[in-house]
């Protein structure tokens, strides 16, 4: 078998995606290939998460972001909603020391305001403990959803405009950027997805403009650490053209 340090050889450290956004998908069809309920595969997701932030630290990746519950995922069962905040709080409880071990900078994108109350608490408790970090950029996209983002960002430009604070011309694509939830962040430069769907389901749908995108066909609980590096090489083996020649 090989070892990480094999694996890791052929990664040009210089040339690592600045900001890697991942799409955890999957949990539910990994659960029921095992004949067992849905919310086992998100438990084990969230063991994924573990190694896989763990290893996104130590390589050096600046920014990851993780699509961990969506605008549209509010419509699923009461059950499994519950059971992923109650996962959620306990993921961030328990990661706390390691955050701040490890140098993890806790952020969060996305409606923050209609997260349960006591997971908002501890959110808010670890996001504070940790911005100092600065070695890692941990984004939770929850509650997360793009076109709500944007309309949002239009929403608060449109109010400085009616009030005079800006003219029509102040109105760029830097100036939206920086109304989005990610302002400041830059763009993530790959987009990984698993279990072999192929879209974006309302993921950074503004910031992906020039994203690489690689589908992964593992589902998220299986997602290892050797995969992320081999998906790691495969992007820097990407030519990334921006419109030009
Ligand atoms: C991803 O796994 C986790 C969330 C969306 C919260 P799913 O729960 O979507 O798993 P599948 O797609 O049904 O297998
Ligand atoms: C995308 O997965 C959202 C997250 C991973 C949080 P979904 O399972 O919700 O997406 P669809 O429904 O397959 O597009
Ligand atoms: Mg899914």
Request: no cysteine; hydrophobic share 40%.
């Amino acid at each position: 078998m090989k070892s990480d340090s094999d694996i890791e050889t052929h990664l040009d450290p210089e040339r690592l995606p600045a900001h890697v956004g991942i799409i955890m998908d999957g949990n539910g069809r990994w659960a029921k290939k095992r004949l067992l309920k849905r919310t086992k595969g998100h438990e084990r997701g969230s063991q994924a998460v573990r190694s896989i932030v763990t290893a996104a630290t130590r390589l050096g990746i600046r920014t990851v972001t993780l699509y961990a519950f969506s605008t549209e995922n509010w419509a699923r069962p009461k059950a499994e909603i519950k059971a992923l905040m109650v996962l959620l709080k306990k993921y961030i409880i328990s990661e706390r020391d390691a955050f701040n071990e490890h140098g993890i900078r806790l952020n969060v994108i996305g409606q923050k305001e209609r997260l349960p109350e006591d997971v908002l608490r501890e959110l808010d408790t670890s996001i504070k403990l940790t911005q100092h970090n600065d070695r890692i950029l941990l984004n939770l996209a929850l509650s997360y959803g793009a076109r709500e983002e944007i309309t949002r960002a239009v929403q608060a430009i449109s109010v400085k405009f009616k009030n005079r604070e800006l003219d029509l011309s102040d109105i760029t694509s830097d100036l939206i950027s920086d109304h989005l939830y990610t302002q400041g962040i830059p763009d993530p430069d790959l987009i990984i997805r698993t279990s072999g769907e192929y879209r974006l389901s309302n993921f950074l749908l503004w910031q992906a403009a020039y994203s690489e995108i690689y589908i992964s066909p593992t589902l998220w609980p299986d997602f290892t650490e050797n995969e992320f590096i081999e998906i790691l090489k495969d992007f820097q083996n990407r030519d990334r053209r921006f419109g030009k020649v």
